[in-house]
Structures are given as structure tokens and as C-alpha cells.
């Protein structure tokens, strides 16, 4: 069992920059592929960005590519996503998610309760 737990969210300004955390219990941190989504009332979650076990492979959804960055410290049980450049499009609910698969909406096995984000334009 995997418990994660979002912080970081906020209102900020078009062009700022915020940076969302994600705390996982559990000593198994490392065996798992890492991911955020966000999602907005009346639309489906979507991916953000993903990360591999050992931090050294990365993927973007083409939205965020060039402005989002997403990490993970192994030792402190943290994944992070910096968000820089933010555009009043970014605001969203947005989601930490672990799965030992993949990083996909079907194949995530936890979910975090989610933080908001709301970026005025």
C-alpha cells in the first residue's frame, strides 16, 4: 500500500513559476514508475509527465514540454514537478500517481488526492 500526498498547489500569476511536491509512505518508493496528471471539471484526467524508477528517464505530455520538469528523490520518498512559464490553460486539479506498470490513466495502482492549481491570466 502506497499512500501519496500532494502539496505545493496555489493561485499564481500568468508566466510564474510553482513547484508541487508529492510524499509517499511506504519503503517501496523506488519500485515504482511516477507520475502527475491534472484535470479540469468536465474533461478527463490527463497525463503531465512521467518518470522512471531511478529518475534518469522523463516524459511530457507536448503542453508542458519545455516549461514542466518532473524529479523524484529516492532517499526522501518525494516526487516533484517544477512548472515554470504557467499559462491561465495550466489551471487544473493536478494528481501525484505511482504504478509498478506504466504511467497511463488504466495501468496507475495510487492516486493522490490532488492540489490546485489556478494560474490567472
Known amino acids: 500500500q502506497v499512500q501519496l500526498v500532494e502539496s505545493g498547489g496555489g493561485l499564481v500569476q500568468a508566466g510564474d513559476s510553482l513547484r508541487l511536491s508529492c510524499a509517499a509512505s511506504g519503503r517501496t518508493f523506488s519500485s515504482y514508475l511516477m507520475g502527475w496528471f491534472r484535470q479540469v471539471p468536465g474533461k478527463e484526467r490527463e497525463f503531465v509527465a512521467a518518470i522512471s524508477w531511478s529518475g534518469d528517464s522523463t516524459s511530457y505530455a507536448e503542453s508542458v514540454k519545455g516549461r514542466f520538469t518532473i524529479s523524484r528523490d529516492n532517499a526522501k520518498n518525494t516526487l516533484y514537478l517544477q512548472m515554470n512559464s504557467l499559462k491561465a490553460e495550466d489551471t487544473a486539479v493536478y494528481y501525484c500517481?505511482?504504478?509498478?506498470?506504466?504511467?497511463?490513466?488504466?495501468?496507475?495502482?495510487?492516486w493522490g488526492q490532488g492540489t490546485q492549481v489556478t494560474v490567472s491570466s
Open positions: 500517481a505511482a504504478s509498478r506498470s506504466s504511467i497511463t490513466r488504466a495501468t496507475i495502482d495510487y
